[in-house]
């Protein structure tokens, strides 16, 4: 599945290749993805240009110059694609524009979704109003994070992994994060004093940042989002790492299932 990393590695993609462009037309091969598309979808996109690029938690948002955002999410399998060949029988849109540049949305598993939404109202569309904290926005840090997590009674990975809280922070990064952080994913959220939140938020925000990095070296024209780390598994503290020896002390990491995840970490670095 793709993950915020992906996503944002695939906006800054998409803003490299489409900014400006105007879109000729759209080919439509299905109703729905997971809900059924806006109703005469090709038409209204037809002729507008794209203005604007953005991104809240994995949902990407292309801005349309007639006042309208175009609101998509790559679901599990979701994948978008410029040029090349037709994509096969999984190709259910296909996106052509003014220079010639052609983008595929391809989806076998089909839960992917689309909408299109006024960008006046777009932070309350029913899909993004009760989304968390942005952990790359310019409004998270330890107090924003501490704010949200006050009176949580709840283990901390499972907070910061649920979306109403944060967004965006997978198991992998739940995990990696907290050990960077020195906090034990068993810590009840609402412990977090100021200090140890800080340390969160930036650990948080530092894993996500690396892996975009990692993954954005590898992009260029071909906007891959099927959930490859890219190089950033060799980064890999704790995670997928039960047995060996902790990167900071050396002690062997260990592994607990946490809501249904497995959860990677050192029994001694993180308190
Ligand atoms: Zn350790």
Redesign the pocket.
């Known amino acids: 599945m793709p993950e915020l990393p992906e996503v944002e590695t695939t906006l800054r993609a998409l803003a490299h290749r489409l900014d400006a462009r105007r879109i000729t037309g759209v080919e439509q091969r299905r109703a729905d993805l997971r809900f059924g598309l806006p109703a005469g979808l090709p038409a209204r996109l037809a002729g507008r240009r794209l203005t604007g690029f953005a991104r809240r938690a994995k949902y990407l948002q292309l801005m349309l110059d007639d006042g309208m955002a175009l609101l998509l999410h790559l679901g599990m399998s979701g994948r978008l694609l410029f040029d090349g060949p037709p994509a096969g029988p999984h190709e259910h849109l296909t996106f052509h524009f003014d220079d010639g540049t052609i983008l595929r949305f391809v989806d076998p598993r089909r839960f992917g979704m689309l909408d299109l939404s006024p960008q006046a109202t777009l932070g309350e569309h029913k899909w993004l109003a009760h989304l968390g904290l942005e952990p790359l926005g310019n409004a998270f840090d330890g107090a924003a994070l501490r704010d949200r997590l006050a009176g949580r009674q709840v283990a901390l990975k499972i907070a910061i992994m649920d979306q109403r809280h944060v967004v965006g922070v997978g198991n992998i990064y739940a995990s990696e994060s907290l050990h960077r952080a020195g906090l034990s994913p068993r810590r009840l959220a609402c412990t977090l004093g100021p200090a140890r939140a800080q340390r969160l938020a930036a650990s948080i925000r530092e894993v996500l940042l690396e892996a975009i990095d990692a993954g954005g070296s590898s992009l260029r024209d071909y906007v891959q989002s099927n959930g490859e780390l890219g190089n950033f598994q060799r980064q890999f503290r704790v995670y997928d790492r039960a047995g060996l020896p902790?990167t900071?002390?050396g002690?062997p990491v260990a592994r607990l299932v946490q809501g249904g995840r497995a959860t990677f970490f050192?029994g001694?670095?993180q308190r």
């Open positions: 902790c900071g002390c002690r050192c001694r670095c």
